[in-house]
């Protein structure tokens, strides 16, 4: 008989073997292993009330909320134009 740990639940999931490759090369490097990097998630998602990263249907929108939060620069002239782009 399988010793039952009082308070803990398995979580069986399936995947595609080179995401979880990837994620467990990740993971490694940060110093965690599979079942805590997921808890991790698991536990951040509880105390935002929903996902911690913002889900989008449209990658496209992440790209306009950084040129958004991107400051603004202004040309006067050709010149300025240059002189701007040089230095972004």
Known sequence: MAQVTQGISRIQIRTKKSLKDQAS???D?????MG????MFLAQSVRDGGLPFRASLTPM???ID???????YY???ADAMK???EHV
């Open 83 to 85: 002189r701007i782009i």
């Open 75 to 77: 040309a006067g002239d």
């Open 36 to 39: 805590t990097a997921i808890n």
């Open 61 to 63: 929108e992440r790209d």
């Open 29 to 33: 490097s940060l110093g965690l292993d």
């Open 66 to 72: 950084e040129a958004e939060a991107s400051p603004v």
């Open 25 to 27: 090369k990740l993971f």
